[in-house]
């Protein structure tokens, strides 16, 4: 299944929310567009107010704090609690670079859940794994350390046509359909991390017109909160963000920092469609999706 809906609630497996938009690497390939976003964070009030809103008709088996990076955010271990008392997800990871996960106090290793570590060439932390995996065992926190030496080429610089191809990205993308990161921002919940942060990527390239609010479902302003949480979920429209996404099919690229330039006007990175999907990628997703659609009928059953 898709999703579920039990005791009035549609179930998901995890739901996401950015609590630091900016980051302290600027790593290219980043999905959520950190290192052209300004240094802000979202408020404690907006998030409590945003999160039990949503709980009312959806819960997740996890939730996933990130960012940027979430351990810049000072407030850290105020949103985890708050999240916790919210009741919408069964457990809460943090998602963090670990380069400040050494100075994170009791408070912080006591209520969350789950901590991912994304280990980066270059990071300086191999000094620290020990330590954190005292802390961890400490407080009973399960950590996973990940090395990442490639990142998935997803933002472009030049929008897509609004072609079969931009629309297969959008069927294909396990972000959106298989692990429903589904980013939680300002009252709306999005079907990922694009639509939200898009415009102020675009902003630095004099690109205007992409209206995100479009694509994100208000949390305040419906009638049946449920039946049109389910509507929006499983709609099978391209979003307009796809336009300047890859989705899963973008080439690998190795980790590397954005250069200074860059950031301030991305349009330098030239990152088009055409020279950045991978086609042989391209070629078997599509199949595969395909083949789930011919097993969905015959088993009568949904599939991402």
């Keep these: 299944m898709l999703y579920e809906l039990k005791s009035g609630k549609v179930i998901t497996k995890s739901i996401e929310y950015s609590v630091s938009y900016h980051c302290n690497l600027r790593c290219s390939g980043c999905s959520h567009m950190s290192p052209f976003l300004g240094k802000r964070f979202p408020s404690i009030e907006s998030f409590s107010s945003d999160i039990h809103q949503l709980s009312k008709g959806l819960h997740a088996e996890i939730i996933r704090l990130l960012g940027g990076e979430p351990l810049l955010n000072p407030e850290i271990s105020s949103f985890i609690k708050v999240t916790k008392k919210s009741g919408i997800a069964d457990k809460i990871m943090v998602t963090t670079n670990g380069l400040l996960l050494h100075k994170m106090n009791d408070d912080f290793w006591e209520n969350v859940d789950f901590i991912l570590v994304n280990l980066y060439p270059g990071a300086p932390l191999k000094e620290r794994l020990g330590y954190f995996k005292e802390r961890a065992n400490q407080f009973h926190t399960r950590l996973w350390m990940d090395p990442v030496s490639k990142f998935r080429t997803t933002i472009v610089t030049d929008p897509h046509p609004r072609d079969w191809v931009t629309g297969m990205i959008f069927k294909t993308c396990k972000d959106v359909h298989l692990w429903h990161c589904h980013m939680i921002y300002e009252g709306k919940l999005y079907k990922?991390?694009?639509?939200?942060?898009?415009?102020?990527?675009?902003?630095?390239?004099?690109?205007?017109?992409?209206?995100?609010?479009?694509?994100?479902?208000?949390?305040?302003?419906?009638?049946?909160?449920?039946?049109?949480?389910?509507?929006?979920?499983?709609?099978?429209?391209?979003?307009?963000?796809?336009?300047?996404?890859?989705?899963?099919?973008?080439?690998?690229?190795?980790?590397?920092?954005?250069?200074?330039?860059?950031?301030?006007?991305?349009?330098?990175?030239?990152?088009?469609?055409?020279?950045?999907?991978?086609?042989?990628?391209?070629?078997?997703?599509?199949a595969r999706y395909y083949i789930r659609r011919v097993a969905s009928k015959f088993l009568r059953e949904q599939m991402w």
């Design 192 to 286: 990922c991390a694009v639509p939200p942060f898009l415009p102020e990527y675009l902003s630095k390239m004099g690109k205007d017109g992409y209206d995100s609010a479009r694509e994100g479902f208000d949390l305040y302003k419906t009638r049946n909160f449920v039946e049109e949480l389910k509507d929006f979920l499983l709609s099978p429209k391209t979003l307009e963000a796809c336009r300047f996404c890859l989705g899963y099919l973008g080439k690998w690229q190795d980790h590397h920092q954005i250069e200074a330039q860059s950031i301030s006007d991305p349009g330098l990175l030239n990152i088009t469609r055409k020279e950045a999907l991978d086609r042989n990628r391209f070629l078997k997703e599509c």
